[in-house]
């Protein structure tokens, strides 16, 4: 109700449907915060989780990062990460990689 005032029918709209997507698990993910990664970014065609997370803004350090999936707070695409050395390849992005950070905050990586 309140986007509706803020911003108008249409971004309100626009909101719920993001929301719905995001937190039902059905829709599209095209109104989701994302990061474009480059070939810069991947060491031996690898990328950590934890620079992943630096580079999205979901967390301001690698300190903090690392924090975080040790108490389990992150998961990629629905499987909960505890290890910080964790990794993914080239290959996995040939999918949607989604990031999930807590049980609200969601972004999306591509190449």
Do not use: C, W
Not at 1 to 29: D, N, P
Not at 50 to 60: E, F, I, P, T
Not at 86 to 96: I, M, P, R
């Amino acid at each position: 109700e309140l986007t509706k005032l803020v911003h108008g029918e249409k971004e309100a709209q626009k909101a719920q449907a993001a929301a719905r997507a995001i937190f039902a698990g059905g829709g599209s993910h095209e109104n989701m915060p994302s990061t474009k990664l480059s070939d810069d970014d991947f060491k031996d065609g690898k990328i950590g989780v934890l620079d992943m997370m630096v580079k999205s803004g979901l967390a301001v350090s690698k300190g903090e990062g690392r924090r975080l999936v040790i108490q389990g707070g992150v998961s990629i695409n629905g499987d909960k990460i505890t290890d910080p050395q964790y990794a993914l390849d080239k290959a996995a992005f040939e999918n949607e990689v989604i990031m999930k950070k807590g049980k609200k905050v969601f972004h999306k990586f591509e190449i």
